[in-house]
């Protein structure tokens, strides 16, 4: 496997999570998510104990789960309370329990070994649980590629100018180099200082900035976890931040090859647009469409490469690299290598 087991990942949106069985795959794993009556939401694994059969294609009792199959029926904690054919469940029957942690807009999930979910909190995100002035919206996508391709490529922004060239600023016709890479033994970040320009064409109709004005931009990027993306743009206007934006993406391996993507932004600024969180929305599909044709081309080129193949690293690339070191480094961790 190309991914950690120890550690949260974004099993799917809050939204997503209703009065229905939601199956998703999570490390190569059947999940099934379901709400429960207090709110709390509930992670099995998506397999009776009985035979191989999703419980996602059974119903509902309260907050039991019953198997479309012969009935079997399960509490959230995955124990087989009944089976209709006989007065009761044999020792052990039950299913996987997945902790879960929900961070709105988030449900975390935690797929390693039972018991150390609850020394390592998920990744805290501020700017969709504050409030402080903070607006959200987000998206999420299926994307044919392992997760630390969108991992690296994330941590490598010198594509815009390729990629996205409409989101630079005008006259900035290079990215300066990474100012600051700081570098702990589970996360790396970076941070670059643009000089001041006048404003994008989406800058100005998202943040309501004067368009003819020049402002400064900070940008940076973090690995927080096998799970989180984090990035920064702040424009600033003198030494104040006049419009803030963060872009996460959770990032949850469903197999070696494929991952599931959750897009969220959050802003905040002095002169906020009153559609900006449409603009926004469209913006960075746009961007996440291309991003993920990229991507998904990476994957089949790798599929298809030798396996001695190498490519070569540039300087831009100190902050993927690290993390592709990080990844490694927990996956032989949990291998005990
Ligand atoms: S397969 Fe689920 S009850 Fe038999």
Known sequence: MNYPR???????????????????????????LYRLADGSVAALEDRCAHRPYPLSAGYRDGDRVVCGYHGCTYDPDGSCVLIPSQDNPPPGARVRAFPVHVSEPFVWVWMGTPGSARLRPPPATPELTSGDGWSSTGERRDVAAGFLLLHEHYLDLTNVFEMHAEMVPPGIEALPPLEEVEISEVSVSYARELPEAPLAPWEAAVSGLDSSEAFSRRETGTFVTPGLHRQTYTISGGDSPVFELVRL???????????????????????????AGQRLTEVFHVMADRDSRVIETMQRCLDEDEPSRRYVNVKADRAAVRARRIVQSMIEEERGL
Not at 6 to 24: F, K, M, P, S
Not at 249 to 275: E, I, Y
């Open 6 to 32: 120890e550690c949260w990942y974004v099993a799917a949106t809050i939204d997503e999570v209703g009065d229905n069985l939601v199956a998703r795959r999570i490390l190569g794993t059947p999940v099934l």
């Open 249 to 275: 993406h959770g990032f949850t391996p469903q197999t070696p090859g494929s991952t599931r993507v959750f897009l969220q932004l959050a802003w905040r600024g002095t002169a906020v647009a009153t559609d």
